[in-house]
């Protein structure tokens, strides 16, 4: 486990967050994956008799609500999710010297947060990009959107699945602690949907596509008046097999199809739902006693947005009857799982209201298992 208790001079100054201009409701997304289903059955009827092949069970937006807490989800593109003759998104290749779409989203979040922490591209020394799934091996998308800001310095991509926004939080503390940089841009674009199966009715409707971004710097070059101040970051992993994507190069080697069901996102949601959530609720109250907080003292609770059910259940365990909306603000109705992006969502929309002085917890969770929480606290500058 690596825990780090700071000095109190590093900020988070600024954050941005970029939607995309459609979304999906589970109506739309439950009468697309039906048509596929019916199709499916009827086309494989013989080996579904024979019980050599399930038939593809209904679904419904009422099971969908009841199982995640999801309504409806941003997408960067409906054409082809919709579609039972397709079902993946429509994405056109873009040449190499064309911005990817990953940057792209990367770059609006990244000027949206520059912008609100009063910071051009000369003030930043670092670009991190963590993400659940990243468009390419290399050139880094950090690189790319490093250069189409006009920012000189250093970027890297990082990948620790839904932790990587906390994971890439907390490596820009260490650079800005260590003195190899000033001020750190963090970009977490989550294009998760062209890894999500649509045609499988238990995970068709978890993701959605956003992107955010966060200043990150000392507190003695912060331009706005009010801040959040890391007080301690916290990160922790834990081997299992019980979230996968397997989706890689190594595929072309293996004869085997590369876009296949393994090769896409998949998990056991009961081992998850048991396991993870009373190691992420451990994890926050070990960590906050360790920054000298008691959890019933957090104002506010940036979540993971994962499940609905998850997240009430760790906010109980932290909280107890005190346990609320209010606390621990939910996005993923209309958000969806937005991979790491989720807890960083909730703090962008949910954070202004809050006193000087008031203290919460940013905390991502997820593949790996990773875990990965900020102790932050609102200030004046």
């Not at 770059?107 to 930043?124: N, S």
């Not at 739902?273 to 994890?283: G, Q, T, Y």
């Not at 609905?308 to 346990?323: V, Y």
Request: net charge negative.
């Amino acid at each position: 486990m690596s825990e780090n208790k700071l000095p109190r001079s590093v900020v988070v100054s600024g954050t941005g967050l970029w939607t995309p201009p459609e979304s999906i409701s589970n109506e739309e997304l439950v009468a697309a994956y039906n048509a596929y289903a019916e199709k499916y059955n009827r086309e494989h009827a013989a080996e579904i008799e024979a019980g050599t092949l399930a038939a593809k069970p209904p679904s419904s937006a009422e099971f969908i609500e009841k199982a995640s807490g999801i309504e409806s989800r941003y997408v960067v593109s409906r054409e082809g999710i919709l579609d039972p003759e397709r079902m993946r998104p429509y994405l056109p290749e873009r040449s190499d010297d064309e911005l990817c779409l990953q940057a792209e989203m990367g770059v609006a979040a990244a000027r949206m947060a520059l912008d609100k922490a009063g910071k051009k591209p000369e003030d930043i020394d670092a670009v991190i990009v963590g993400a659940s799934y990243l468009q390419r091996a290399y050139p880094a998308i950090a690189i790319e959107i490093q250069s189409a800001l006009g920012i000189d310095g250093f970027a890297f991509d990082m990948e620790v699945a839904c932790s990587s926004a906390t994971f890439s939080l907390q490596r820009a503390v260490d650079a800005i602690c260590s003195g190899s940089a000033r001020a750190v841009l963090v970009i977490n674009p989550e294009l998760t949907s062209p890894q999500l199966d649509f045609t499988d009715r238990d995970s068709h409707f978890i993701f959605g596509d956003v992107a955010v971004a966060s200043v990150v710097e000392r507190r003695g070059t912060c331009a706005t008046d009010s801040a959040w101040e890391i007080l301690s970051t916290r990160a922790k992993t834990v081997y299992s097999n019980n979230i996968r994507s397997n989706f890689g190069y190594t595929a072309r080697a293996a004869d085997v199809d590369p876009f296949g069901p393994d090769k896409l996102f998949h998990q056991n949601g009961r081992k998850v739902f048991k396991e993870v959530c009373p190691m992420a609720a451990a994890h926050i109250e070990e960590h906050l006693r360790g920054a000298g907080s008691k959890p019933e003292t957090i104002r506010r609770y940036w979540l993971h947005q994962a499940n609905i059910n998850m997240n009430n259940l760790i906010a109980k365990k932290l909280m107890g009857d005190n346990a609320s909306a209010e606390r621990a603000p939910i996005v993923l109705d209309r958000y969806a799982n937005t991979g790491s992006a989720g807890s960083l969502i909730a703090f962008h929309l949910y954070s202004e209201d809050l006193e000087m002085g008031d203290r919460g917890v940013i905390c991502s969770f997820g593949a790996g298992y990773s875990i990965g929480s900020l102790v932050v606290e609102k200030i004046t500058l």
